[in-house]
């Protein structure tokens, strides 16, 4: 069984705060004094960007697991347990191994400053040292220039899904800004794979890219993907083909799914063929984004022909996106159960659902200290322009929107992805 994640979380919390600091001197320190395990690694391809990351890596992982490879994989944060984060050549970390290397590196690390994150991406980095595989996927945590998985002098494949405003805390609220940020992640000589941008962000990695030396393959220039007849085309520097649609759900996935076939061509050393890839587009998992709940408490509670959705989107871009979905489902009403943590704007997320949305439900996320109170998001929808009720938890939405809607609705769970992780643990 994993560990109980908020356990865990405690004792690195307790010893490590969750602070934000970002700084590369205290990982280069902690990892030199391990022996520099990142310098040990299978062939990485490192993944930074605003929104996509973590879609894009699990359809590079279902490709090169169906084509044999072993995967390493690092990504953040977690759902339900802390594990998720850390992939051992396919396996989730199992908890004697995770102890062992928390404790290995506690001791390395002699007390000194070091943040949640980077003991985090130092206990990976160790993990993938030591057990062999064929290729690493490296999630950044935030940013890209200053983020402790950018300890990487040579990855084998960098790669930028969208980039747009979030963490502007620390990354400042200027995309060009944050476009820079992100893309300090590319390599001199090393193939950037760039998906769709705005003018101006393109314009910046291209600049930085030109800095480097940096090989920059940009979507609707090098690579693109089109969906003629319901097939999926993949268009890349080294095929032209035809797939069945992805499994995960969003027209936003296409995308993903293209620019995750190009980064896996573009490693160069490996043949991925279309058996290999078709079969990655259709096995992907990634939960809690655009998932739909088959099972469970609250679906049992449900009438027939009601759908519930989770999505853990939290941003303005992931608002586009989840409109673009909304506008599709258009064959019955659309309600929002809407929760999100005090760091994000919560009109900016929720503006572009609003006209297709019948109602708004807010709640608190329970046990998150910096939980969004569910009256106080009620007011800050209500800016918006639609009525927002503020519930005590997402069952009693549920109810409240049964009695409400006399035919079959959808329900959409979203704007934090500690409360889909919360349902998916609690409700699934």
């Known amino acids: 069984m994993p560990l109980n994640s908020s356990d865990l979380v405690q004792r690195l919390n307790r010893l490590y705060p969750k602070k934000i600091d970002l700084s590369l001197g205290r990982i280069e320190r902690l990892l030199k004094n391990l022996g520099n395990p990142h310098e040990h690694l299978p062939p990485v391809i490192h993944v930074a960007g605003t929104n996509g990351k973590g879609s894009l890596i699990s359809f590079m992982r279902a490709i090169s697991e169906a084509a044999g490879l072993k995967v390493h994989v690092y990504t953040s944060p977690h759902l339900v347990q802390f594990n998720e984060r850390i992939r051992i050549a396919g396996d989730i970390i199992s908890n004697d191994k995770l102890i062992a290397l928390l404790d290995k590196c ?48 040579r990855p084998a494949v960098t790669a930028l899904t969208p980039i747009s405003v979030d963490h502007v805390e620390f990354l400042g609220s200027h995309v060009t800004n944050i476009a820079a940020e992100k893309a300090a992640i590319m390599r001199k000589g090393v193939i950037s794979v760039i998906a769709n941008q705005e003018r101006k962000v393109n314009q910046v990695i291209a600049a930085i890219a030109s800095n480097v030396g940096a090989l920059c393959q940009f979507q609707g220039q090098d690579w693109d993907f089109g969906i003629p007849e319901d097939k999926f085309n993949i268009q890349t520097t080294s095929r032209n083909s035809y797939y069945s649609l992805p499994n995960l759900q969003g027209a936003h996935q296409l995308q993903n799914a293209a620019q995750a076939i190009t980064c896996l061509d573009a490693l160069k050393k490996v043949t991925f063929s279309h058996k290999h890839v078709e079969f990655g587009l259709l096995n992907a998992k990634w939960p809690g984004r655009l998932q739909q709940l088959n099972i469970g408490p609250l679906m049992e509670s449900l009438s027939a022909g009601w759908e519930i959705w989770v999505d853990g989107g939290h941003n303005a871009a992931a608002g586009t996106i989840l409109a673009q979905q909304a506008r599709i489902w258009s064959d019955r009403p659309l309600f929002a159960i809407l929760g999100m943590i005090k760091t994000k704007n919560p009109g900016a997320f929720i503006a572009p659902l609003c006209p297709y949305l019948a109602e708004i439900m807010t709640v608190e996320i329970e046990a998150e200290e910096s ?37 079959p609705a959808r329900v959409l769970i979203c704007g934090s992805l500690y409360l889909a992780g919360q349902v998916l643990d609690k409700h699934n």
């Open 106 to 153: 506690e001791l390395v690390n002699e007390g000194h400053p070091i943040t949640f994150f980077e003991l985090t991406t130092a206990i990976a980095f160790l993990a993938f040292s030591r057990t062999p595989a064929d290729l690493v996927l490296l999630e950044t945590g935030l940013g890209g220039r200053l983020d402790a998985t950018n300890v990487l002098t």
């Open 371 to 407: 939980t969004i109170k569910a009256g106080e998001l009620a007011l800050l929808v209500n800016e918006k322009g639609l009525r927002a009720t503020p519930m005590p938890s997402i069952r009693a939405a549920i109810e409240k929107l049964m009695v409400l809607s006399l035919s």
